[in-house]
């Protein structure tokens, strides 16, 4: 066996006693946890989302109720039933803007959906906050035209959903973060 050979086996060696050493180290995030205590989708699960505070029958309301459903089915799932020990209360705002503008129109033909989410997580026994954190999404969507105003209409109402569906994946994302790691 030439020298080459030789240093190439020996770092191959080196590698796989490095992995071995580092395997026990890993652990499944949402593993149920062999010392009984509540693993992660219970400790998800006693999140409660009170509604966002909105004016009814204006499109926020129905962004709110959009973020809500797609949060409590993320840190839920279809289970129901577990006390309440945190609460997560949600702020945001929506805006709107033009991408491109058609020069023939001046109608545009591209904008640009987002919202913009602060949430603040309390725990129940204490009252006090024990998580905050901010989140953005930002969507684009093209308007088919200038006589098509349903495409124009529903093309923003999906836009406002996969925003919607973002927002709901960032918190629950960071909401597992705290629950796993504690900060």
Do not use: W
């Not at 652990?27 to 006693?46: F, H, I, N, V, W």
């Not at 805006?95 to 020069?103: H, Q």
């Not at 006090?128 to 098509?148: C, E, N």
């Amino acid at each position: 066996m030439s020298l080459a050979k030789t240093r190439i086996a020996a770092r191959l060696l080196a590698v796989a006693a490095l992995a071995a050493l580092t395997a026990g180290c890993f652990q499944p995030m949402y593993a149920d946890r062999g010392d009984g205590s509540p693993g992660l989708r219970e400790k998800l699960m006693g999140v409660e989302i009170p509604p966002v505070e909105k004016n009814n029958a204006s499109r926020e309301a129905r962004v709110q109720v959009e973020i809500r459903n797609a949060l409590a089915f993320k840190l839920y799932g279809n289970a129901t039933g577990m006390p309440p020990t945190h609460r997560l209360v949600l702020r945001f705002s929506s805006s709107r803007s033009s991408l491109m503008i058609d020069p023939n129109t001046a109608l545009p033909s591209s904008e640009n959906y987002g919202i913009d989410a602060q949430y603040n997580l309390i725990d129940l026994a204490s009252n006090k906050s024990v998580m905050t954190g901010t989140t953005f999404s930002r969507v684009s969507y093209d308007i088919p035209g200038a006589l098509q105003r349903f495409a124009r209409a529903r093309a923003f109402r999906d836009a406002e959903d996969r925003a919607a569906q973002e927002i709901a994946e960032h918190i629950q994302t960071r909401l597992a973060s705290y629950f796993v790691a504690g900060t």
